[in-house]
């Protein structure tokens, strides 16, 4: 019962930071689309 609670909890804990890495990365991606989006206006004016 241990070792399958053991497993559960390292299962989990990929899951938890392959899902971290996704956010992270999206996250970033936003920014760059929101300062790129800035300097085009901050261009335009």
């Known amino acids: 019962m ?3 609670a053991n497993w559960a909890y390292l ?3 990929s899951h938890m930071h392959a ?3 996704i956010k992270t990365k999206e996250e970033r991606e936003l ?4 300062s790129h989006s800035k300097e085009c206006l901050n ?3």
């Not at 920014?31 to 929101?34: A, E, G, L």
Request: glycine content about 0%; aromatic content about 12%; proline content about 0%.
């Open 31 to 34: 920014r760059d689309i929101q």
């Open 43 to 45: 261009s335009y004016s």
């Open 2 to 4: 241990i070792l399958s």
């Open 19 to 21: 899902y971290q890495d």
């Open 11 to 13: 299962k989990d804990a």
